[in-house]
């Protein structure tokens, strides 16, 4: 018995269509966006290993072991400085309650608006021979010159530990503050009971349980302190970072940098690798139910006071002691602040920064977006692979955008002149071009991780009704997701853009000649010793830095009350 075929509808047949076409183009725009991401990075490791001139016996033999001594001792030693700092006073304003308990829980995440190198400017103002410290040390004790006392050597390896670690604590401090309040007060009534005191409620429960947050809080860290350029080159440890400006600026050698670069590269994978590894086998879960919160246990007294003491140092070195410092050198030179220049700064800083947010974000909309929509492996496998730029140190990819970016200059520069006769000059390098794609790559997984999150936050079934009624899946993401996403988007817009502005390394190798931002302005004023037309940029960029401070800590406090 024959049955009837069932009409196929042409409509639908035809919607089906374009609804595959669609995905493929966005699909198509998310390999494209990822490859311009891994770009960079890719052409560091090419350049290192075919270079114009090999260096590395040279390397070897001279430099690169001290380079990779200083590096792995400042990176450890702010590692661990910071995960002790920002751990203990974690466990401080969580289990317990004194003095101003409360108000510290949210001043000690206020480093963090000060970038590291303005740190180290106003540490060695305020302890250097001329500095307030050593001159009424002078004055009490009666002493004529430095021969009559001693005192620590202020611009060495280890004050820059001290500086980085006030400066990058708070990564840590987040995410223990974070992990020790989402612990079950059960788990500590037990070990009470058990005869546990207070060090080892803190030792046996408390810090077991947090380690992998702990221990993502330290990669943070130690990734940022391997990023540093301002504060190393200002104490005058030389390290990987410090090696790429050397061999590029000093010696002329991009493939030598390009060498260093890879070799810092490495590092950071290996650092990254060795937090994923330390993770791996562990397993923490909650119970099915809500846990109960922890009680804090009241401090009264010489207990209190010592808490408060404890928890008030890394507030002090990493927020108070830079910004009194700066606005004391801002406040004596008033003429710094219509000082030439500053102007400029400011604008480029707003242009190159702003900029960047902009495309970073619409670029990160349109990967995370074209990755829902396809079915195919690669697109999927791409995505995490592009947080790796903001893993990557900006003098990393400094190296991998500029070297690629000024032959192709050269070659269209060429081209131009040959067709037309008229040399343009350099079109994309003799521009901010090259900074605002460095900031881009290097700040991609910001944006991408804020609008990833958002866009699993919106329920399928809005926009699979709207593509029901013939929208287009682009006109599902603009009526559909982007008004539901808005708050989101702005967040990504903001971070991406403080970090922008106190960017330094990327910024110093990719500028044109004569080109300003804030952070340029403030490391070459600081490095020659006039903090007072630095100071102005200082508190501008530290303006900006509260800007997301503020932000994160709204964010966090609604997480609480949620």
Same mark, same amino acid.
């Given at each position: ?192 009971? %058990? +005869? *546990?005191?207070? =060090? ?5 429960? @408390?810090?077991?349980? &947090?380690?992998?947050?702990? !221990? /993502? ?124 220049? %500053? +102007? *400029?700064?400011? =604008? ?5 920064? @702003?900029?960047?947010? &902009?495309?970073?974000?619409? !670029? /990160? ?126 967040? *990504? ?12 390394? &990327? ?56």
């Amino acid at each position: 018995m024959m049955r009837a075929r069932p009409k196929t509808n042409p409509g639908l047949l035809a919607s089906s269509r374009g609804r595959s076409a669609g995905s493929g183009v966005w699909s198509l725009a998310a390999l494209l966006i990822a490859g311009l991401v891994l770009l960079p990075i890719l052409s560091v490791v090419a350049i290192a290993f075919r270079p114009s001139e090999n260096i590395w016996p040279h390397l070897i033999s001279t430099t690169l072991p001290r380079y990779l001594g200083n590096t792995a001792i400042l990176t450890l030693g702010t590692g661990m400085l910071a995960a002790a700092v920002g751990t203990g006073a974690a466990w401080l304003v969580t289990m317990y309650r004194f003095p101003m308990s409360r108000l510290l829980e949210w001043l000690l995440l206020l480093p963090l608006a000060i970038p590291a190198y303005v740190g180290a400017y106003a540490l060695v103002d305020f302890l250097e021979y001329s500095g307030p410290v050593q001159t009424a040390l002078r004055e009490a004790m009666g002493w004529a010159s430095a021969r009559d006392y001693w005192f620590p050597a202020i611009r060495s390896r280890s004050m820059a530990v001290v500086v980085l670690s006030a400066a990058l604590y708070p990564y840590v401090y987040m995410m223990a503050r974070a992990a020790f309040r989402e612990q079950s007060a059960g788990s500590y009534e037990v070990a009470r009971a %058990l +005869g *546990a005191g207070p =060090f080892g409620l803190f030792l046996r429960v @408390g810090l077991p349980l &947090a380690r992998p947050a702990i !221990a /993502a809080g330290a990669a943070i860290v130690m990734m940022e302190t391997v990023n540093d350029f301002g504060v190393v080159d200002f104490f005058g440890v030389q390290t990987l970072t410090t090696g790429i400006f050397s061999v590029w600026l000093e010696s002329r050698n991009a493939g030598g940098a390009a060498q260093i670069a890879c070799v810092l590269l490495t590092v950071i994978l290996v650092l990254v690798g060795l937090e994923k590894t330390s993770r791996r086998h562990s397993r923490y879960y909650h119970s099915a139910r809500q846990p109960r919160p922890v009680a804090r246990v009241p401090l009264t007294g010489g207990a209190g006071a010592i808490a408060l003491g404890l928890c008030l140092v890394p507030f002090v070195m990493g927020f108070v002691l830079p910004l009194a410092v700066i606005g004391t050198h801002a406040i004596a030179n008033p003429e710094a602040w219509v000082s030439k220049g %500053l +102007g *400029a700064a400011f =604008f480029n800083t707003l242009t190159v920064a @702003g900029s960047a947010a &902009a495309l970073t974000v619409v !670029a /990160a909309v349109v990967m995370v977006y074209g990755v829902r929509l396809t079915g195919r492996r690669l697109p999927r496998l791409l995505l995490p692979a592009t947080t790796i730029g903001y893993a990557a140190p900006g003098a990393v990819l400094a190296v991998g955008i500029l070297i690629p970016m000024a032959a192709l200059d050269h070659r269209v520069a060429d081209l131009v002149l040959a067709v037309t006769g008229n040399d343009p000059g350099l079109l994309i390098t003799g521009t901010a071009a090259a900074i605002v794609l460095a900031y881009g790559v290097r700040f991609f997984a910001i944006a991408q991780g804020a609008l990833d999150t958002a866009f699993g936050r919106v329920s399928p079934s809005l926009p699979m009704a709207a593509r029901s009624l013939g929208r287009s899946a682009g006109g599902a993401l603009r009526e559909v997701y982007l008004p539901l996403m808005k708050g989101s988007v702005g967040t *990504a817009l903001l971070l991406v853009f403080v970090d922008g502005v106190k960017e330094l390394p &990327a910024t110093l190798l990719l500028r044109p000649f004569n080109y300003e931002t804030l952070a340029t302005r403030v490391h070459e004023k600081a490095s020659l010793e006039n903090l007072g037309d630095a100071a102005p940029p200082a508190l501008l960029v530290i303006a900006v830095g509260l800007m997301a401070v503020g932000l994160m800590a709204r964010a966090q406090l609604r997480s609480g009350r949620r």
